[in-house]
């Protein structure tokens, strides 16, 4: 069976489906746990504070355990993504660092994903060209989100890489069809 025709998935034995789900279960049991710790107050945090990273970090966590048995790059991709959108929502329940400073790593996602995927899949470059295309604009907007530079600043700066993203796509599409042609 095939996935996006790239990577062979094998399918899981019935062991296997019984590990992954017994483990989600599991990731599942520990987050409501946490969560109703918290409500009763065991837990000094606030519930609807913690709530999204609880819940994102057991998800996440039980996607990747069965994306590794299963040695599946989009399932891969997938967890770390889930694993990734926790970060923000940990920092801003336990720090002073809140969504307006941490929201760079959502738009990193996407790359930091790849950098799950890219163990089990064969296509390679194709993963490194979106962690390094979404790592820049993660770090392009972290200027502004710390402060470093202003929202002025930041979007000359953004238009700039985007203009030379759509160069190399143009002369890499150029390249590609000329070579087709020989």
Request: positive net charge.
């Amino acid at each position: 069976m095939k996935t996006s025709g790239m990577t062979d998935v094998l399918p899981l034995t019935k062991k296997q489906k019984v590990a992954c789900n017994i483990v989600m279960g599991c990731m599942l049991v520990i987050a409501g746990v946490i969560l109703v710790l918290a409500g009763c107050g065991v837990i000094n945090a606030s519930v609807k504070r913690i709530a999204a990273p609880t819940v994102l970090f057991g998800i996440g966590s039980a996607i990747l355990f069965s994306a590794m048995i299963a040695k599946n790059s989009l399932s891969m991709w997938i967890a770390g993504i889930v694993l990734t959108c926790a970060v923000p929502s940990l920092l801003a329940a336990v720090s002073a660092a809140g969504y307006g400073v941490t929201f760079p790593i959502y738009i990193a996602a996407p790359g930091i994903g790849c950098v799950f995927a890219i163990w089990f899949s064969e296509v390679k470059f194709a993963h490194i060209k979106t962690i390094l295309f979404f790592g820049v604009l993660a770090a392009i907007f972290s200027l502004a989100s710390t402060g470093v530079c202003g929202w002025g600043l930041t979007s000359g700066i953004l238009a700039a890489f985007i203009g030379v993203c759509v160069i190399a796509y143009a002369v890499g599409s150029y390249v590609k069809r000329d070579e087709e042609d020989a």
